[in-house]
């Protein structure tokens, strides 16, 4: 078969890199001095960015001192100040618009955007000296910004993201006319333009300081990653490694999806960027062009959960939560992980729906023997160098001191160097054709061998993050330094090692690459700086109005109170906002709406959440809306790859996806998979245990396990699934978890529990605007001779009037006070809890139900015929 796919069913690369710059990079590229001063400012944004997050500022040089250092504001003014006259320049306002050349209008209007972004930074000292007092001049560039922002978003992101802002602007002015359950008392126009853009509470809120502090580095490292050949390579280690198995090419697509999606904020450059070669080869194979798409799509959109990027959200997460870096990524590692296990799991079950195969091996060896040796090889080899790196680096650091650095560098450097020479030895790798028909998989060893130093800058970046504990922006600074050194001396470097000879015109070469990449990160910015900066009017009308307490009584309302039901309409609002927004302001917007609402009703409900397992919930069902049909853009672009109908790509990738939006819901309820509160055995159970479960769910939802699913065993398989999800809620329905304690005897009975015991104290009151309010808060006793000495010992004392126990007594910035609890609130029942049988205890009933099911489908697979293989 030549060309894999006719014409008519395939867009060619111009198309799909006009697609990518139009949701990513800009689709304008002007021509003459005007391209030039584009890519100028470009490459100028991402040095500003790369010194701003260096040492380097800081450092005292000689005549000058330090110089060029600047606060959070006047960084993040100047970071929208890029952003915007990029998005004016290289964003046409219309379809018809010019496309090489920049319109006088356009130039005017990123001159204005940019001066009224960067006004804070321009007039700072004047603005510092009149807080809260904006004169004539400031309302003027105020509202000048705020409207050339909404049109920078139109421009970059369409219509979505600003008609939500407009929306809240709008909310923000008319509160005293609006429906009595939303309304509010209302702001005046200069309360308005001062809140969002004179101060850090709206547009130069916390959301752009994370873009302009960490984001933009991730994203430069990623672009620097992709010019130096990591992408390609990234793919042909998939195929080469999966492409053999059934379905192989669809399983080679999912991983290599996820690994770009590690170094991607953006799903759809994702999809375009892997798609064009994995699409055709998955239906070359006998996937249909809407089920290509889709498992395109679902890996994809995966990539956006994975850490340690999580496309953004990860660093904002680090800002909205209150917890470190490594605690996020740690929470959030797990439920991505068995997400894409799952994902791989589906594609196996179509390929064994409809006998599916690989493709051939270009060796002998038998295909168990390779996985098995190549199984062993990267854990050992994982292993050693962990080792190594760890416990070498932690030898080094006492032994040099004050030069441990200056070691550690020069031994990075040796690696370097080993690496590039190891990779000289195996031809480089061809770029994707993916017209070009693929008869055999790429050889392994000469595969995996040829960017082995593309690995380097990532083992810099988790180190420093995980090990150092540096920031997420220093870290990223020293990923993307040794990233660019790796950029310009690789090509050279490998011409040296060949005997190639003309080093300098390689040198050269690499030093061009090096400036493209820079430029395309500062490009690839442009779309998440205005994101964030836009996000920020919403975030700042959440708190000017208090519209997050009317959302939540929405939908109190709505759910009329049912756990269950709040979390699905949450889950149905987070897909609904997170239509046609990027990941970054998609979750800048759900967690500040939403996030609150889950937390408030679920205390209300019995249900206390950690803050983390909230956000990754509404952050979960955001991101599904860029697969959900009408909206879903990734299937848009993959239905683009693969010449299938959008809206069915958009249903079967959806369908592909159920597993990724269970997880929020079983994890809302058992944090253990968010290695909340759990030892590291703890930890490996868990992962087994949880692996096992969505694989089980999985086969339930594609219909298939060993063999085609009867109705009930789909149902058996979902109960089987749940069960070892949550053991919990059965265990709990056997042996009630807490025993019931009157208000009345709380006193008495504090001092028959032992210190540390958690008492779940329901609680009725008002809440911060004096509406009544009945919750649940969460104590734990402290130490004391009686009842009484442990309860003051957390902040809380008691009083028996007219029946009724009160809360008498508060200590400020107590265990009590930060639970919740307050004077005058009334007390109205406890709860401890009582030994119970461990829940793992269930996992027996459900695996032998388990190993029934498998008995019964291998018998009955045995007995029928065997399908035809797939045509090739």
Known sequence: MTNLQSRQDQVDEKELQEMVAANDTGARIPEGWQGKLLLAVALFWSLFQLWIASPLPFYDWPLIGSFGIFNDTEVRAIHLGFATFLAFTAYPALARSPRHHIPVTDTVLCLLGAFSASYIYLFYEQLVGR???????????????????????????GPPLMIVAIVFLTYSLA?????????????????LVNHQWLTTEGVFGIALGVSSNFVFLFVLFGALLDKAGAGNYFIQVAFSLLGHMRGGPAKAAVVSSGLTGLISGSSIANVVTTGTFTIPMMKRVGFSSEKAGAVEVASSVNGQIMPPVMGAAAFLMVEYVGISYVEVITHAFLPALISYIALI?????????????????????????????????????????????????????PVFGDFAGMVIAALLVVVYLYLIRFASRVPDLALDDPNAPMLQLPEVGPTVKSGLHFLLPVVVLVWCLMIERLSPGLSAFWATILMIVILVTQRPLMAYFRQQGNLSARLRQGANELVDGLIVGARNMIGIGIATATAGIIVGAVSQTGVGSVLADLVEVLSMGNLLLMLILTAILSLILGMGLPTTANYIVVSSLLAPVVISLGQESGLIVPLIAVHLFVFYFGIMADVTPPVGLASFAAAAVSGGDPIRTGFQAFSYSLRTAALPFL?????????????????????????????????????YFFARNRWYETCLLLLIAFSLFRPGFWMDRIVEPYQQISPSALVQ?????????????????????????????????????????RLASTGIELLDKDGKTIVDYVGFDSAAEHAGLAFDQVITGAEAPQVQPPKQLIYIPAIALLALLIVLQRRRRKEEPVAQPAAA
Request: net charge negative.
């Open 175 to 191: 509160g005293p006319y609006m429906p009595e359950l939303i309304a509010h008392k209302g702001v005046t126009l200069k309360e």
């Open 667 to 703: 994890f809302i309820f058992n944090t253990d998979l968010l290695l909340i509160d759990v030892t590291w055995l703890e930890g490996i159970q868990v992962f087994i245990v949880a692996t096992i479960a969505i694989l089980i769910f999985t086969a339930a939802t594609q219909g």
């Open 749 to 789: 009975e504090a001092g028959n529990l032992q210190p540390g015991t958690e008492l779940r104290i329901w609680i009725d009151g008002e809440d911060d605007v004096g509406n009544a309010r009945s919750f649940l808060a969460i104590l734990n006793l402290g130490e004391g001779e009686d009842g009484a000495a």
């Open 131 to 157: 807080p809260g007092l904006p004169n004539t001049q400031d309302l003027v560039v105020s509202i000048t910004g705020l409207i050339l922002l909404l049109e920078a978003t139109r421009r970059t992101l």
């Open 345 to 397: 799991y589906i594609v196996h079950l179509e390929a064994l729906k409809q006998n599916m195969y690989g493709l051939p091996r270009r060796t002998a060896v038998k295909a168990w023997q390779l996985r098995l040796i190549g199984i062993l090889t990267g854990f050992l080899t994982t292993a050693g160098i962990a080792a190594i790196v760890y416990y070498g680096i932690g030898w080094i650091k």
